[in-house]
């Protein structure tokens, strides 16, 4: 287990080091422009990898089943390993869930499998199954559990039986891949007071156990510093200290969650999204003959198995698509937390031969080289696990102001007026 700065370090970092001389290929599913992911790319085409990507039908997003199949299953002879399979189980914008069978089927080709699981929140991962599929790798992201850098740390883990194939990475980062250590038992070794046997996330945390492993070897000015700065932390929130030299840190939202259980929080985050999806989608602009509808969701709708995360743009009354930054704009003022993206790699059926012109073109410098890239962008909201229902409505309430006509337009002057520079004399 690696601890990384954050998602997109991680994925650097194993793309740094996988071996892309003797595992040409990489194959990423994403209906989504990720950071992490084109970073990951870009070093891997650096490095010699064959680039490809699933595709998504429009408008649910499904995977196009026949197109990735067909490049999962590729010729090759029995001692060579096809390349890397990046798999998340589910996208972070229109909340659409992929199936396991996927990694089951690379594995099977000979792919190694990168599972991405950075979309989970955090009681969700007692469920992943990994005893079934067991991935090669596997990323997750500490952001829904703790929030925003420097807290949004993530780890990446890697199998056992996959480390001897890692060349050592080249990274000029805080933090590099390199080959095992041994570890002298002495350092192993912890008494049972400095254990915590609880399953819950509260509990005592030892001072003398933690400076002792702080002082150990060369410790410079450097570390006695935040060593100060982090107890100051401590005392500024408040917690409790006991007469035997420890501090009771009391994780409350975690304990919270771990109290509910996994069922009763999946439920209810369902419930949420498909409500959000039903009310948005029954909201119509007044007085117009087609029956304008003010939003148009991307991705699956109301269903048992999906995502807490919804995807979607707001139209005005003509028709057209208000910005998708504006809108994210005014709900910061509301307090609401959105965020917008860019959908891309997406596949027209015939039948929605006509939407293709609502995609927009993007030109992506990387790698010496520009490339375009061809999508929507659209706003994202996410749910996490302490989300209720009060939020959810006030959501709802915010979008159906974009029903006033005047309301559109005042804000979007405010707006640009507000986006101007201004010179300080």
């Given at each position: 287990m690696?601890?990384?700065?954050?998602?997109?370090?991680?994925?650097?970092?194993?793309?740094?080091?996988?071996?892309?001389?003797?595992?040409?290929?990489?194959?990423?599913?994403?209906?989504?422009?990720?950071?992490?992911?084109?970073?990951?790319?870009?070093?891997?085409?650096?490095r010699?990898?064959?680039?490809s990507?699933?595709?998504?039908?429009?408008?649910?997003?499904?995977?196009?089943?026949?197109?990735?199949?067909?490049?999962?299953?590729?010729?090759?002879?029995?001692?060579?390993?096809?390349?890397?399979?990046?798999?998340?189980?589910?996208?972070?914008?229109?909340?659409?869930?992929?199936?396991?069978?996927?990694?089951?089927?690379?594995?099977?080709?000979?792919?190694?499998?990168?599972?991405?699981?950075?979309?989970?929140?955090?009681?969700?991962?007692?469920s992943?199954?990994?005893?079934?599929?067991?991935?090669?790798?596997?990323?997750?992201s500490?952001?829904?559990?703790?929030?925003?850098?420097?807290?949004?740390?993530?780890?990446?883990?890697?199998?056992?039986?996959?480390?001897?194939?890692?060349?050592a990475?080249?990274?000029?980062?805080?933090?590099?891949?390199?080959?095992?250590?041994?570890?002298?038992?002495?350092?192993?070794?912890?008494?049972?007071?400095?254990?915590?046997?609880?399953?819950?996330?509260?509990?005592?945390?030892?001072?003398?156990?933690?400076?002792?492993?702080?002082?150990?070897?060369?410790?410079?000015?450097?570390?006695?510093?935040?060593?100060?700065?982090?107890?100051?932390?401590?005392?500024?929130?408040?917690?409790?200290?006991?007469?035997?030299?420890?501090?009771?840190?009391?994780?409350?939202?975690l304990?919270?969650?771990?109290?509910?259980?996994?069922?009763?929080?999946?439920s209810?985050?369902?419930?949420?999204?498909?409500?959000?999806?039903?009310?948005?989608?029954?909201?119509?602009?007044?007085?117009?003959?087609?029956?304008?509808?003010?939003?148009?969701?991307?991705?699956?709708?109301?269903?048992?198995?999906?995502?807490?995360?919804?995807?979607?743009?707001?139209?005005?009354?003509?028709?057209?698509?208000?910005?998708?930054?504006?809108?994210?704009?005014?709900?910061?003022?509301?307090?609401?937390?959105?965020?917008?993206?860019?959908?891309?790699?997406?596949?027209?059926?015939?039948?929605?031969?006509?939407?293709?012109?609502?995609?927009?073109?993007?030109?992506?410098?990387?790698?010496?080289?520009?490339?375009?890239?061809?999508?929507?962008?659209?706003?994202?909201?996410?749910?996490?696990?302490?989300?209720?229902?009060?939020?959810?409505?006030?959501?709802?309430?915010f979008?159906?102001?974009?029903?006033?006509?005047?309301?559109?337009?005042?804000?979007?002057?405010?707006?640009?007026?507000?986006?101007?520079?201004?010179?300080?004399?």
């Amino acid at each position: 287990m690696v601890f990384v700065a954050n998602r997109t370090a991680a994925f650097k970092l194993l793309a740094e080091a996988y071996p892309f001389q003797s595992s040409k290929n990489l194959l990423t599913v994403y209906d989504y422009e990720s950071e992490a992911v084109e970073a990951m790319i870009d070093i891997s085409a650096k490095r010699g990898a064959r680039i490809s990507s699933a595709e998504f039908s429009w408008p649910r997003m499904r995977i196009q089943s026949a197109k990735l199949k067909k490049l999962l299953i590729r010729k090759r002879t029995k001692k060579e390993n096809t390349g890397l399979f990046v798999f998340p189980l589910q996208s972070r914008m229109s909340g659409a869930r992929y199936s396991y069978l996927w990694m089951k089927m690379a594995q099977e080709n000979g792919w190694r499998v990168l599972l991405d699981a950075c979309a989970l929140g955090p009681k969700d991962m007692n469920s992943l199954g990994l005893s079934l599929f067991q991935p090669d790798f596997l990323i997750w992201s500490f952001y829904k559990v703790f929030g925003e850098n420097p807290s949004g740390f993530a780890c990446l883990f890697v199998k056992k039986t996959t480390v001897s194939i890692l060349e050592a990475s080249r990274s000029t980062g805080i933090i590099s891949l390199l080959p095992e250590k041994k570890v002298s038992p002495s350092a192993m070794d912890t008494s049972e007071d400095d254990l915590d046997n609880s399953s819950s996330f509260s509990g005592p945390i030892s001072i003398q156990a933690t400076q002792s492993r702080i002082h150990e070897g060369e410790t410079s000015e450097q570390q006695n510093t935040e060593v100060e700065k982090t107890s100051q932390l401590v005392a500024s929130e408040k917690l409790a200290e006991s007469g035997n030299g420890r501090l009771e840190v009391q994780c409350r939202g975690l304990d919270h969650v771990d109290t509910l259980g996994l069922i009763l929080i999946s439920s209810r985050g369902r419930y949420l999204v498909n409500w959000l999806i039903n009310a948005l989608t029954k909201l119509q602009h007044p007085n117009t003959e087609k029956g304008i509808q003010l939003v148009r969701i991307y991705g699956p709708k109301v269903r048992f198995d999906r995502g807490p995360a919804v995807a979607f743009n707001v139209y005005d009354w003509k028709g057209e698509k208000v910005d998708p930054v504006l809108v994210q704009k005014l709900a910061d003022r509301s307090n609401i937390s959105l965020s917008y993206g860019f959908l891309h790699k997406i596949w027209f059926s015939d039948k929605y031969k006509e939407d293709e012109r609502l995609l927009e073109r993007r030109t992506i410098e990387g790698n010496g080289k520009e490339k375009v890239d061809r999508g929507i962008k659209v706003i994202t909201a996410s749910f996490a696990f302490l989300t209720d229902f009060v939020d959810t409505y006030r959501l709802w309430a915010f979008v159906a102001q974009f029903l006033d006509a005047d309301f559109v337009e005042k804000e979007r002057w405010r707006y640009t007026a507000l986006n101007q520079k201004t010179v300080e004399v």
